[in-house]
């Protein structure tokens, strides 16, 4: 199958500072990603869709000033947390689609780690 | 709006035995469902495609079904190994692409 990498796999960061993640489709072009975040022992919760030179579309509830997407290749997106704070700390992983809508399969990174302390 | 459910939520099962695992979603008019495995900590690894108009799909010891009217799909490990042990989540596409996630159901399998 497709290929995501998912960078880093774990950070850990002081309170107030920003931390980026970087998700990349290594052998396709994604015209879509997604992120998701997940607690421990919890199923994923999708946070935003990343669309390749436009804006991200964020799920009811997500702070877009706090968790800001980039998408600006078909190959990268990223996903910044603002002024993180411990509440922030979770498991945010990533999932790339690409070709018509309804027909791809998802495919996910390695997923990343984030600790706010 | 589509939830999706599944069931059971933990198993535990001595190795060489067949599992089903259940997936339920309220919504029939789904794009394709997928399963996926997780092990702890890691993210998710795509195990079986099933796209609305197909009934079942197969990769070795697993067979993952679609009866899309119903609103079910199952995941069936034949003969099952203590390396089997993980998360399993089924997710279906409503068409654009997100993924909507099940609960997952914790499997381990003991030698």
């Known amino acids: 199958g497709a290929v995501v990498s998912q960078h880093p796999s774990r950070v850990i960061c002081k309170s107030g500072t920003s931390v980026k993640i970087e998700c990349r489709s290594l052998?396709?072009?994604?015209?879509?990603m997604f992120w998701y975040r997940q607690f421990p022992k919890q199923s994923l919760m999708l946070m935003a869709t990343s669309n390749e030179g436009s804006k991200a579309t964020y799920e009811q509830g997500v702070e877009k000033d706090k968790f800001l997407i980039n998408h600006a290749s078909l190959t990268l997106s990223t996903l910044t947390v603002t002024s993180a704070h411990p509440e922030d700390s979770s498991f945010y992983i990533c999932?790339?689609?690409?070709?018509?809508?309804?027909?791809?399969?998802?495919?996910f990174g390695q997923g990343t780690r984030l600790t706010v302390v | 709006k589509q939830e999706v459910t599944q069931i059971p939520a933990a198993l535990s099962v001595p190795e060489g035995e067949n599992l089903v695992l259940n997936c339920s979603f309220t919504?029939?008019?789904?794009?394709?469902l997928q399963w996926f495995r997780q092990d702890p900590g890691k993210g998710l690894t795509s195990l079986l495609l099933i796209q609305s108009s197909q009934r079942e799909q197969t990769s070795g010891r697993l067979n993952a079904s679609l009866d899309k009217s119903s609103g079910r799909s199952t995941l069936y490990i034949a003969a099952s190994q203590p390396g089997d042990s993980a998360t399993y989540l089924c997710?279906?596409?409503?068409?654009?692409?997100?993924?909507?996630f099940g609960t997952g159901t914790r499997l381990q399998v003991f030698p």
């Open positions: 919504d029939s008019a789904i794009y394709n």
């Open positions: 997710a279906v596409n409503d068409g654009t692409d997100k993924l909507i």
């Open positions: 052998d396709f072009q994604a015209t879509t």
């Open positions: 999932s790339a689609s690409g070709g018509g809508a309804g027909r791809t399969e998802a495919f």
